[in-house]
């Protein structure tokens, strides 16, 4: 899967568990470490690691990709 194809998918993962404010930041020519930035709001702290969870989950089983950082 190619990152912009990657960053959309995980877009529309968090879109499916109710995130808001979904960004996908293309950071390529920018930074080396990255490709995409796909940044989203959950409405609480539960709601926000069930986006990281279900985003994680569909990662590992779709693709065998697992992310290399969470933060928040």
């Given at each position: ?23 996908a ?48």
């Amino acid at each position: 899967m190619v990152p912009e194809q990657l960053a959309r998918r995980l877009a529309a993962v968090g879109d499916s568990k109710g995130a808001s404010e979904i960004v996908a930041l293309d950071m390529r020519g920018l930074v080396s470490y990255t490709d995409f930035l796909v940044i989203c709001t959950g409405r609480n702290e539960r709601q926000a690691g069930a986006i990281a969870d279900e985003v994680g989950l569909r990662l590992k089983n779709e693709n065998g990709l697992l992310p290399r950082q969470v933060e928040g």
